[in-house]
């Protein structure tokens, strides 16, 4: 019983995205980095069972997944089950950052199968991991070093040398593979491409505050708030708590 892995019952909304409130628009342009929703498809509609994405993955069902910027579903290409992240913000993954996902090939990094659009949304085809992600769960600190740890460090190296910031780690964004024996790390959506300075300058941005670094409140972003993403990761991954979860307002 000593490596069972345990979920957390004291979680509770802790992993979800918000939008930043304190940085604002006139950090560059105006408006710049807003999120802002499709009009063309809401969080109500729903894709039908039966539905083709991309023009080849027959949709399953819808997940029961709560996400701000986009909905997931189910779908199948023959007898291969993927994941179709279906945008319902106008401004989805950065052309960019898709360009250079595609360049990666790592076990550690969820892979994008394709690109394509829903209604005037954009839609990813994605991996389908059935174990589901960390959220909520604790592990021995053996479990950590020998494989988790290990997993990500060499995902966020492969993001890095590819000079992406993924901008938004946490254990809802890591995934465990079908063996249990590695984790991936998936969700694009807010990642930017960095250029020589390997610093990116944001103006508005979807965040999670308990895993963001002092100067991402201000709108700068590098690999190494990333890493800062990551020890705070590890830290609920162990302890099943955020270090700042149950500080006062």
Request: charged share 20%.
């Amino acid at each position: 019983m000593a490596d069972r892995t345990q979920l957390n019952r004291d979680l509770n909304r802790s992993n979800a995205t918000v939008l930043n409130q304190d940085i604002a628009p006139n950090q560059g342009q105006s408006g710049g980095g807003a999120t802002v929703l499709n009009p063309k498809i809401s969080a109500s509609d729903t894709i039908g069972a039966g539905s083709l994405l991309c023009g080849k993955y027959r949709v399953v069902e819808k997940m029961p997944v709560v996400a701000g910027e986009a909905d997931l579903y189910v779908c199948r290409q023959g007898s291969q089950k993927y994941v179709a992240k279906v945008y319902r913000r106008t401004a989805s993954i950065k052309a960019e950052v898709i360009e250079r996902l595609r360049r990666i090939k790592s076990p550690y990094i969820a892979a994008i199968y394709e690109v394509g659009a829903y209604r005037g949304a954009t839609v990813e085809i994605l991996p389908y991991y059935s174990r589901g992600s960390l959220s909520g769960r604790t592990f021995h600190y053996e479990q950590l070093r020998s494989k988790i740890i290990p997993c990500l460090n060499e995902g966020l190296k492969a993001l890095h040398d590819a000079k992406i910031i993924h901008k938004d780690l946490k254990p809802s964004n890591i995934m465990l593979t079908d063996d249990q024996q590695s984790v991936a790390i998936i969700d694009f959506g807010i990642s930017s491409a960095a250029e020589a300075t390997e610093t990116v300058l944001v103006t508005q941005t979807g965040m999670t505050p308990e895993y963001s670094a002092p100067e991402t409140f201000k709108g700068l972003y590098s690999s190494h708030a990333d890493y800062y993403a990551l020890g705070i990761t590890l830290y609920e991954l162990f302890c099943g708590k955020t270090p700042y979860g149950n500080m006062p307002a």
